[in-house]
């Protein structure tokens, strides 16, 4: 891996451009996405049916995957991975479960009342790659979130394919998925943002998805809310000379695996453990299946940092606001207060990224690309609304009139002074 | 005002047809804005100099607004406009406190430790627009939520003006700005996104502005947080017979007077209702100072439906989802269960919607365009990050093993499934 040199400041702004550069998307697939938008937006299911044949040369009758081809993958899915979903979706429920937010009320003076009611987004769309990007764990990790939040109904949209993942048919039903439609795609963003005659129209869409899917997402944003536009992922390794280099080693592995431009980022005050990483990278990378991908990203985007002391270390992982932080050191817990920015964090030489991938219930959806520094891992907070409600007796808008015509007035909004004023026995 | 005749469906989906033309935003602007904030990023304060000289016709010398200044807009400001905002002040505080969010933690099974941290974002900018458009309303509701959520540091930027209005300068010292820059525009946003020699860089901005700030936001989204991009504003009234058709024309007024764009919508079961209230809105409109904003406002964008009964009124209004919505009713507080989706919600014949825009202490910035059917008022949540911790212990791992490498082979990510297994022993 690379090592880099210099004040935290310095490294961590050469950092983001790098990430900035590795997250740029094509600009040229913006006009094709128009384009299929708006003919889905007219066409309905026949635009549908259209462009399945075309780019999944598939030819579509039913749009809907039927309730017969859901209990069909329940026989074929590996008893293993039935195990495995169903103990991770319990771990998902219990983590969530938590996150449920309560409305309030209070009476702040005689005859006011105000609040916040708490309600769930109606329905919600949720986009599932196919091909080898169909994770079923990521099928809970969207889905589970919005379930507890109490959202109506939920439509998933796959690409239409030969023959589906079983896990993920599995996935989608053990989570909670009311329909499942086989359109992939921009034209399947469409599809949930504005409805056809099969496909009803959700309120907000989810899940992650290639260029094509990610640029209809960005367009449809303000018709439909969306989760966020995911940048390639990243782990960030605070090691210190406690560290098992073996462990780090496999853990910024199981980043670089995803993709050439994943990045593993490693943060150490000990020179001893940056070689011995760097030996034990080698060593795993000769027998990894996924060599192809995980050697040119470790060697592209792969750094190491020498930090003079801990301080310095999370110093500088505050800037750098990683999607994945583990913070391989004894007694790691006393250092969360440390932590100001990241999307998920692995205390200690046990937790091994990957848990919180698959199991240990906080969510796999997080913000990459430095956008920790303001924004959260998916959650039940992304599947409800918080509407305000007031209530002010005759009296209590009267006592307010002064303060209230006073900055309407300043502000030269007649009409809104007026409006109180006209609630006066006066008039 | 037209009225609309048809089903709930038909009406909803041609009001938001309708309010999505007038939400258009133009297009044209897109690239000097990216011009501007090229610039910006480039030439830091000296193109900051040179945009203040090109549109605002001023030659600043110091970026940052004096303390001394700020201390005379105290001596300067109307005593009763201070007042009123001190006491604004303390009704937003009261509200928005109730919305902090607290972290969690829990032991799920043996040596499992999972929890949220909640960390505010650590900067944000604000931005202020110059004129008639600058609201000392405003910069309450932007600043507190922030300051309550723990950000540290709040940078302010407004227009350079020969002579700031003293309220807003108030407002910003009340609310607990930390600086305030005189730039705006474009180059505005782009100093907070990327920072200049003078203005730090923060971590997301929030704030209402005209196209130019609003296209600036678009383009900056990523690289910081945004709140929202806003549509002309609404409100909608629920009103029966029991209503006082002159507090409803008299409110459906304070909406149109802010733009020609902004749109007032009635829904009443009452006929009698409807026709009282047309006759209002033309005697108020005769005298109202912003009659060539409002007349034209209430006429080419009001509408009253007229709807077969409560239910169906809900219904409507429901599927609408307007930026604020009023229940002109006797017992409006009963009807709360029936309302899904609304920005902020107005109970009761004396609760006039200026109550939310000054003084009540909910939000006033709101979402419209009928994006309150998937997002919220401006608050607390807008300013913290959630932020994910594990901790798993060596027996706990080992027990989660076989359920994690199931799900990793099955995915085809055998560096995932490694990570585990390099933890185990038998390595």
Same mark, same amino acid.
């Given at each position: 891996?690379? *090592? !880099? ?36 937006? #007219? ?26 081809? &859901? ?8 008893? /293993? ?5 169903? @103990?991770?979706?319990? @771990? ?24 916040? =009611?708490? *309600?769930? &987004? ?17 099928? =809970? ?22 023959? $589906? ?55 449809? $944003?303000? &018709? ?27 853990? =910024? ?15 150490? @005050? ?27 990203? &470790?060697?592209?985007?792969? *750094? ?13 992982? @505050? ?5 994945? !932080? ?10 969360? /207060? ?12 046990? #937790?091994?990224?990957?848990?919180? /991938?698959?199991?240990?219930? #906080? ?9 920790? *520094? $303001? ?7 992304? $599947? ?44």
């Amino acid at each position: 891996m690379k *090592r !880099l040199i210099g004040s935290n400041q310095e490294i961590a702004q050469l950092l983001y451009m790098e990430q900035l550069e590795l997250s740029q998307q094509n600009s040229d697939v913006e006009e094709l996405v128009e384009d299929i938008i708006a003919h889905v937006r #007219t066409g309905g299911d026949e635009a549908l049916r259209h462009y399945s044949a075309k780019f999944d040369k598939i030819d579509l009758d039913e749009l809907q995957v039927s309730q017969d081809l &859901i209990d069909q993958a329940f026989d074929k899915v590996d008893q /293993d991975v039935l195990a495995a979903l169903k @103990n991770a979706k319990g @771990n998902i429920e219990s983590y969530h479960c938590q996150q449920l937010e309560k409305g309030f009320e209070d009476q702040p003076s005689d005859g006011v009342l105000r609040g916040q =009611l708490i *309600r769930p &987004i109606e329905r919600v769309g949720v986009y599932v790659p196919g091909g080898t990007a169909a994770y079923p764990s990521s099928v =809970l990790m969207n889905v589970i979130p919005a379930k507890i939040a109490g959202v109506k109904e939920i439509i998933m949209i796959t690409p239409p394919q030969k023959e $589906f993942v079983p896990a993920i048919l599995v996935a989608a039903k053990l989570a909670g998925v009311d329909k499942i439609f086989q359109v992939g795609g921009a034209q399947g963003i469409a599809a949930l943002a504005y409805g056809t005659e099969s496909i009803p129209k959700v309120d907000k869409i989810t899940g992650p998805g290639n260029i094509f899917v990610a640029t209809a997402k960005k367009q449809v $944003f303000g &018709i439909v809310g969306i989760d966020m536009i995911a940048g390639p992922s990243e782990i960030g390794i605070i090691a210190d000379e406690s560290a098992n280099p073996a462990y780090v080693a496999a853990d =910024l592995l199981s980043q670089a695996e995803h993709d050439i431009l994943a990045r593993a980022i490693l943060v150490t @005050n000990s020179e001893k453990l940056a070689d011995a990483v760097e030996v034990e990278l080698e060593q795993q990378l000769q027998t990894l299946e996924r060599e192809a991908i995980a050697r040119p990203s &470790i060697e592209k985007n792969g *750094r190491i940092i020498l930090a003079e002391d801990v301080d310095s270390m999370f110093e500088l992982m @505050n800037l750098v606001a990683p999607e994945h !932080l583990e913070i391989a050191m004894n007694h790691a817990y006393d250092y969360l /207060d440390k932590v100001e920015n990241a999307g998920s964090i692995f205390l200690g030489h046990y #937790t091994s990224e990957p848990i919180g /991938d698959y199991y240990a219930g #906080t969510n796999h959806v997080l913000p990459t690309t430095a956008t920790s *520094r $303001f924004s959260s891992a998916l959650g039940v907070h992304d $599947f409800i609304k918080r509407i305000q409600y007031t209530q002010y007796s005759k009296a209590a808008i009267h006592a307010a009139e002064k303060d209230i015509t006073s900055l309407a007035y300043a502000e030269g909004l007649q009409a809104h002074a007026r409006a109180i004023e006209v609630r006066n026995d006066r008039n």
